[in-house]
């Protein structure tokens, strides 16, 4: 019996380096920072593999990869060799933002192919390990060299800070006139303007045509607990691993969901590994969202594998990077989302608030269209939308009171009940309106728990808000 190495290799910091750029230039920055991430950690696989010898792939995309080696003295000292001397090239380049965790578990190999029990054992324990790593990063270069971390350093005359990145050197070269950055950041907005000769996307800004912005950030669901129940050989983990690798490559999504990407108004920045980061006209912006989410469903949703989000809407001018920072709140809250006191997750934030893919988003847009079609089509006012959302903001604070352990205040059902049937009586010879306003006030907005479908009912009208208020702006040119 053959005792082996699962080695796996995961770089840490690649959101927090991706997204923090500067305003100018976001676009090829970014496009360069996240190709510059995948170089990065394929020639560190090709490193090892070379050094190594004979492994056994398992996987590599991305921010990690998983190979098989034999277990010898000699290949444990090239990983933790190579391991050291990549986290010094990345302190030097990037002052901590960026550090690789490259581990090792042993295992008897009793069968090459591997089965479901070993393969589920292995995953969980290199991700352990990967979290001892994360606990003590740099430690090594802490032993080898502390005054560099903590001791204070002289300041020299010629530093300056770099537009993007916020790190001082005295080595900082210009570009356009417009910002002076490290070297490496040249590159990667160089790289990134290559790419955008060949992508065919656009400044951040000129998704918007002057309405709102948004930035969604997704991410899948279930991977870790896919891994952690294991596979019944490597050749069905590979088979699971590559189809779910092809999936997210940006020129997949783009022709999976191509009836909604538009991408005179959607960019799809990023798309690597299981994760996903667009920016564009924001109501553009939630179809491509729901889209991405319908076809992951196709494809994984047997599996047990899902894909939340959270998108943030605003200005353009907005720093690039606070709404990378915010729309990653957003798609964590999508995340932590439960039901019944039970984390469900594959759901979405909007409008900052979370629901469910799976029963809630249907019935939010369905809402919406009918709140457009009737302002729109049948001149009812908007004035419908403010007050019902003025409303939900008493069921909010019944919430927050409950918390804090103050009393409730359930006056906003009968001015509700009282609102919606005053409205009805504005629009006697309306039938549609009249039965609409009826259907809220008796059927939709008190039923189920904890008003959940007031709730709903509320981000509905947010969403119409907004479509209209586009619609006014385009109507005014």
């Given at each position: 019996?053959?005792?082996?190495?699962?080695?796996?290799?995961?770089?840490?910091?690649?959101?927090k380096f991706?997204?923090n750029i500067?305003?100018?230039?976001?676009a090829?920055?970014?496009?360069?920072?996240?190709?510059s991430?995948?170089?990065?950690?394929?020639?560190?696989y090709?490193?090892l593999?070379?050094?190594?010898?004979?492994i056994?792939e398992?996987?590599?995309?991305?921010?990690?990869f998983?190979f098989?080696?034999?277990?010898?003295e000699?290949?444990?000292?090239?990983?933790?060799?190579?391991s050291?001397?990549?986290?010094?090239?990345l302190?030097?380049?990037?002052?901590?933002?960026?550090?690789i965790?490259?581990?090792?578990v042993?295992?008897?190999?009793?069968n090459?192919?591997?089965?479901?029990?070993?393969?589920g054992?292995?995953?969980?324990?290199?991700?352990q390990?990967?979290?001892?790593?994360?606990?003590?990063?740099?430690?090594?270069?802490l032993?080898?060299?502390?005054?560099?971390?903590?001791?204070?350093?002289?300041?020299?005359?010629?530093?300056?800070?770099c537009?993007?990145t916020?790190?001082?050197?005295k080595?900082?070269?210009?570009?356009?006139?417009?910002?002076?950055?490290?070297p490496?950041?040249?590159?990667?907005i160089?790289?990134?303007?290559?790419l955008?000769?060949?992508?065919?996307f656009?400044n951040f800004?000129d998704?918007?045509?002057?309405?709102?912005?948004?930035?969604?950030?997704m991410d899948?669901?279930g991977?870790?607990?896919?891994?952690?129940?294991g596979?019944?050989?490597w050749?069905?983990?590979s088979e699971?691993?590559?189809?779910?690798m092809?999936?997210?490559?940006?020129k997949?999504i783009?022709?999976?969901?191509?009836?909604?990407?538009?991408?005179?108004?959607?960019?799809l920045?990023?798309a690597?590994?299981?994760?996903?980061?667009?920016?564009?006209?924001?109501?553009k912006?939630?179809?491509?969202a729901?889209?991405?989410?319908?076809?992951?469903?196709?494809e994984?949703?047997?599996?047990?594998?899902?894909?939340?989000?959270?998108?943030v809407?605003?200005?353009?001018?907005?720093?690039?990077?606070?709404?990378?920072?915010?729309?990653a709140e957003?798609e964590?809250k999508?995340?932590?989302?439960?039901?019944?006191?039970?984390?469900?997750?594959?759901?979405?934030?909007?409008?900052?608030?979370?629901?469910?893919?799976?029963?809630?988003?249907?019935?939010?847009?369905?809402?919406k269209?009918?709140f457009?079609?009737?302002?729109?089509?049948?001149?009812?006012?908007?004035?419908?939308?403010?007050?019902?959302?003025?409303y939900?903001?008493?069921?909010?604070e019944?919430?927050?009171?409950?918390?804090?352990n103050?009393?409730?205040?359930?006056?906003?059902?009968?001015?509700?009940?009282?609102?919606l049937?005053?409205?009805?009586?504005?629009?006697?010879?309306?039938s549609?309106?009249?039965?609409?306003c009826?259907?809220?006030?008796?059927?939709?907005?008190?039923?189920?728990?904890?008003?959940?479908?007031?709730?709903?009912?509320?981000?509905?009208?947010?969403?119409?808000?907004?479509?209209?208020?586009?619609?006014?702006?385009?109507?005014?040119?």
């Open positions: 019996m053959s005792k082996k190495l699962f080695v796996g290799g995961d770089l840490s910091g690649i959101q991706i997204y500067s305003s100018k230039k976001a090829v920055s970014l496009r360069g920072r996240s190709s991430v995948a170089e990065y950690m394929e020639n560190v090709q490193k593999k070379g050094s190594i010898g004979q056994q398992i996987y590599h995309s991305g921010g990690k998983y098989i080696a034999d277990d010898t000699e290949n444990r000292r090239i990983i933790n060799d190579i050291k001397e990549e986290n010094k090239y302190w030097q380049e990037h002052y901590g933002i960026l550090s965790n490259i581990a090792f042993s295992f008897d190999e009793e090459p192919n591997g089965d479901k029990k070993t393969i054992k292995l995953f969980s324990s290199i991700t390990e990967f979290n001892k790593l994360k606990q003590k990063k740099f430690k090594d270069l032993l080898e060299d502390y005054n560099s971390f903590f001791e204070v350093q002289k300041i020299d005359a010629d530093l300056r800070v537009d993007v916020g790190i001082e050197s080595h900082l070269v210009g570009i356009d006139g417009e910002l002076h950055v490290l490496s950041v040249k590159e990667q160089e790289k990134g303007e290559e955008k000769k060949v992508e065919e656009k800004s998704y918007a045509k002057g309405s709102y912005f948004g930035v969604l950030r899948v669901d991977l870790g607990k896919r891994f952690a129940d596979f019944d050989s050749s069905e983990y699971f691993s590559n189809r779910l092809v999936f997210f490559e940006s997949v783009e022709s999976r969901v191509k009836k909604i990407l538009d991408k005179e108004y959607v960019g920045m990023y690597g590994g299981d994760d996903i980061f667009a920016v564009g006209r924001w109501d912006v939630i179809d491509f729901e889209k991405v989410h319908s076809e992951v469903d196709k994984f949703a047997k599996e047990g594998i899902h894909i939340s989000g959270g998108i809407i605003g200005d353009d001018k907005f720093p690039i990077a606070k709404y990378a920072e915010l729309s957003a964590e999508a995340k932590k989302y439960e039901k019944d006191g039970e984390l469900k997750k594959n759901a979405f934030t909007m409008f900052n608030e979370t629901i469910s893919w799976e029963n809630d988003f249907a019935y939010v847009k369905e809402y269209n009918k457009c079609e009737l302002i729109t089509q049948e001149g009812m006012s908007k004035s419908i939308l403010h007050q019902l959302m003025m939900y903001e008493k069921v909010k019944n919430k927050e009171n409950k918390d804090k103050k009393a409730k205040d359930y006056s906003y059902i009968w001015h509700t009940a009282y609102y049937t005053r409205y009805m009586e504005r629009y006697d010879k309306n549609k309106i009249k039965e609409f009826r259907e809220l006030r008796d059927k939709e907005l008190f039923k189920g728990k904890n008003d959940e479908n007031f709730r709903l009912i509320a981000i509905s009208c947010r969403w119409a808000e907004l479509l209209l208020k586009d619609k006014e702006k385009q109507n005014k040119k």
